[in-house]
């Protein structure tokens, strides 16, 4: 196991250097001058050299890289060229919003899609099954902008139960806060299930039919037995890999639902900075996202290694 | 109700609306018995042995009734039935590396067995289980059950399944294949050691197997199925010294034994003509018509029922019995 | 011992749903949304981006407007199949680079060692943990926004998934017993890869592809909502449900519609891919039934 977590200790840390390397080529190569996006198309050439100078930009890009790189692992993320904030101040106050999200969104995913999946696969070839693949679906079809676009027409307008937009702070009035997710995780959770049912179906499909779980029941175990006790243990190895793979689909649906409900979350940050070309924010704030992502990843296969003895001892 | 017997199998249809797996199989085995069941491929003996399990595939259904140990188990619930799977008729398959529980250590898996049947203690299973490891003929047993299936060989594998269907000494143990999956060299290992035990415990053998020797070496009975039924059953030595069915005498004669395998190449070793008939598309009469030699209108039309004393086949034209043979 | 051969009757088990019904309400989902393009191109209603201040929100059904106007008096059919348009050039744009490029590199995988394997499988892995959304945003903030910058994301996020299962099924097919005797007659890498390889993932490249053309499709709209997507002239169905919510909210029938669109076009190639994947690769068959 310790060699095992050491492989992917290793995956984790040249992941997080890849990453980085692209992300600061593409910022570089497709957008090219960075002081010139920042300030503009009509920036005069003085102005630009200026920036660039103020900024350390015209120095080559391998220092410039290493200079951002040893500055994040220190916990500076750079700031911003209009306001001078520092980027770190930036993000922390807008993960208050965007990690609940997010992580109840996931969490909602899966607390419908296990046991609907594993209903849907003990039930293929019924009415039931079929009910339930044809709404999964029509569930992926879905945009999640949509989907919080209709809850919150329905629970938030027709009926007023919940607010349709804003945000209100947990110091303030945590209950508010509350009232305030509830239809973004419902809308991101719904469709994250839709997605994940498909999954499960499968995997608890694909498991049912091994030889173990018929062995499960040729000593002992009622068919339900045999499909909890065995097979969903052996079915939760693939289904971590595809939580690990929707990791990154559930960061793309948090940023969208966000602005859907106009919370002050980390999407919002970016896509202003975006707007405004604030290129080293949005750059920066990118990476920690992709870091945060490359390790859930990194969590999830150290999970595969516990759930599985074969690879525990493969590596 | 016959308590002398391990299961009684009458008229045994096993099928899933599209096809008919197993087409009115009837055979008894008494306590402690040992029967052989061979076939070809898609002849219907592993599903003729899965439902006296009740572990058919979805979607297969059983009729017929199977009597064992006072009660028809083609009638009970899944959960009657999974009372009695390990305790009184037991199982052992025959790809011992995917039927056992990948994630689990091995003991584990042996242990729960005991703590399900007989009601003891987690330590008194645990016990129990590096004794059956101990019997089972297998290394160091305290540190093999704390391994996992992957871990180990494919032998011990299988002996690890064996002992899982030994462990509560049930009345009927049905071995499907339990070599097939296994090295040549171990292959005669397991199968005395699963004799061995079944015989130690009083229990039944229902050994079905595709190798004709094993069923000779193992078995006091044996039946034949094709397509479906059993056109052929008896006692060993009489099944196999004379056949009456002309399926049988072909399996008999494509085994390569020393007497048929010629070196010089003037191999006698035949093989039977044609191929097994699909479920779907059975001929009508005699299944096994289409590939006989001596098949009349009415094989074709007629389907031979099984007749006979001590050895019934089910043939309109059987093979004349060597002792008829020498009187003529 | 005698038996009777019973009647052989067992219930009649209620019959698989027909795994064929999804291929044909993909193909007519998928045609209907390929034809409404088409048309645009020779005839719409009225220009979907001159607006009409004297038909401002006309409700749907109105004469000359099937399903009513937006803020502006911009005629929402018309908007909707221009939609079309770009849900196509962009979804299938990037779907296309990305089975292009994770032809290639599937391929360079499965057949050129395993170093090649592994750089390119760590690579893809890598890339698969980048959330697309958060490329796109990159993209945005450098090159600006627009249906090429998007087209450009989408193959960036798409094409490790590409690799990786033209990688697998490559592997499968260099695995089969006549590549072993195309190589023993001598064949080249290339020739045995263009030759047999191909041929054989053909199926595969064809369910990907429709299947990530609906991902596109999604994605698109999405980055068009966020405001980061296609921007007018050219029109997007989440540009128009971006619209809807800032200028008329989101309870009028304008949220409805171009959401009801993506739902029809995504849900259609999802099914046409499945319905494909059921055809072309019986042994998933069982499977995904």
Known sequence: MAL???????????????????????????GGNVAAIVLGKDATADAINALATAYGLDRPLPVQYFDWILGMLQGDLGQSFRTKEAVADLVVGRLSVSIPLALSGLLLGLIIAIPVGTYAARNVGKPSGAVLALISQIGIAIPVFWAGILLSVLFGVRLGWLPTGGWVDWSDDWVGSIRSLVLPVLSLGLIMAAVLIRYVRSAVLDVMNQDYVRTARAVGMTRTQALLQVGLRNAALPIVTIVGLQIAELIGGTVIIEMVFSLPGLSRMILANVAAREVIVVQSTVMLIIVFVIFVNFVVDLLYGILDPRIRNAA | MTSRNAIEVRDLVVGNGDVTAVRGVSFTIPQGGRMGLVGESGSGKSMTALALMGLLPMGWSTHGSVLHDGVDLVTQSDKALSSRRGRTISMVFQDP??????????????????????????????????ELITQMKLPRPEQLVRAYPHEISGGQRQRIMIAMALACYPQLIIADEPTTALDVTVQKQVLRLLNGAAHDRGSALLMITHDLPIIAAMCDTVAVMYAGRIVEMGPVAEVFRNPRHHYTRGLLDSQPTMDNIALDGTSRLVSIPGMVPPLHDLPTGCAFNPRCAVATDRCRAEMPELSGDTLKSACWHPVPNSSEVAAQ | MTITAPAVSVPKRRRRLDLNASLVVGVVLTIGFLAIAIISFFWLPSNPNIPNIKARMMPPFSPNHWLGTDGLGRDIVAQLMVGARTSILVGAGGASIALVLGTITGLVAAAYGKFADEAISRGADILLSIPGMVTALVLAATMGSGAFTTILALSAFFTPSFTRVIRSAAMGVLQEDFITSAKLYGRGRLFILARHVIPNIAGVMIVQFTLYFAAGILTEAGLSYLGVGVTRPSISWGMMLNEAQQTVGISSPLAIWPGLAIVLVVLGLNLLGDGLRDVLDPKLKRRSA
């Open chain 2, 97 to 130: 590396l995917s039927s056992l529980n990948p994630v689990r250590r091995v003991g584990d898996q042996i242990s729960w067995v005991i703590r399900k049947h007989m009601g003891v203690d987690k330590k008194t299973a645990e016990q129990q289980t590096i």
């Open chain 1, 4 to 30: 095992y977590a050491l492989r992917k200790l290793v995956f984790f840390i040249g992941a997080v250097f890849v990453a980085s390397v692209a992300i600061f080529l593409l910022i570089r190569a497709a």
